[in-house]
């Protein structure tokens, strides 16, 4: 198993500018939720998703979207990036059942910068 | 409000010593605290997980423990290594269901020098 993948690692934005964060886990994790973290903070959560076709807003949604076609991909897409974007973000996956000693896999993360 | 606090922000040892990293919670329904292992430009990678009836659980060299009184857990790690260096991040889950809110702290940066 890859687990969960994320790309890329690193962008480089300008203001303005639209992009799309990939993830994707071969797991068949009902559950995925993208992070973003920065300096000093904690993980914080932008969107989730419990299964394919649905989708929810996190602690920091703003400017950000998300679909759920398929188990297996949760992209992250950026509408027009600011400064305040600059992050890691983080992709993560677990089973949403079962015991609560569900672990949640996270990707490798992708290096956010936006100038 | 629902927070966890992690002490300290930092700690240096030599390696082949033992540390303690402490986690304060106010969560409220708790339903379960992890510790999570996340090395530098790395994913945070699972530790222990543990419910309101688990005191301690161990992973190799890492022993977890929880007070659910007192709201507090600790990570005991013995005889370091370089490989320890590392943040360690301390996350409780909220409410009683799978996909409860995750709260997580802020971590400790482990730094185990030779």
């Known amino acids: 198993n890859a687990g969960v993948t994320q790309t890329p690692k690193f962008q480089v934005l300008k203001t303005g500018q639209s992009m799309t964060l990939q993830c994707a886990q071969d797991?068949?994790?009902?559950?995925m939720s993208w992070y973003r973290q920065d300096p000093g903070m904690g993980l914080r959560l932008i969107h989730y998703?419990?299964?394919?076709?649905?989708?929810d807003q996190g602690e920091v949604p703003n400017g950000y979207n998300v679909s759920r076609s398929t188990t297996e991909d949760f992209p992250l897409r950026l509408l027009s990036a600011a400064p305040s974007q600059t992050s890691v973000y983080f992709c993560?996956?677990?089973?949403?059942?079962?015991?609560?000693?569900?672990?949640?896999?996270f990707g490798p993360g992708t290096r956010l910068t936006v100038l | 409000k629902n927070q966890v606090e992690q002490s300290p922000q930092s700690l240096i040892i030599l390696e082949g010593k033992n540390c303690t990293l402490q986690?304060?919670?106010?969560?409220?329904?708790?339903?379960?605290l992890r510790w999570y292992k996340q090395d530098t430009g790395r994913g945070p990678v699972s530790l222990t997980i543990?419910?309101?009836?688990?005191n301690t659980k161990s992973n190799g060299r890492y022993t977890a423990t929880l007070d659910a009184d007192t709201k507090q857990s600790s990570l005991h790690i013995t005889a370091s290594q370089l490989s320890d260096s590392a943040s360690y991040i301390c996350?409780?889950?909220?409410?009683?269901?799978?996909?409860?809110?995750?709260?997580f702290g802020q971590g400790t940066t482990l730094q185990v020098k030779p």
């Open positions: 986690c304060n919670y106010t969560v409220s329904p708790f339903s379960n």
């Open positions: 797991m068949n994790h009902e559950y």
């Open positions: 993560a996956s677990s089973y949403s059942t079962g015991t609560p000693y569900n672990e949640q896999f």
């Open positions: 996350v409780v889950r909220r409410g009683s269901s799978n996909t409860g809110k995750l709260i």
């Open positions: 998703s419990v299964g394919a076709g649905i989708t």
């Open positions: 543990m419910t309101f009836s688990e």
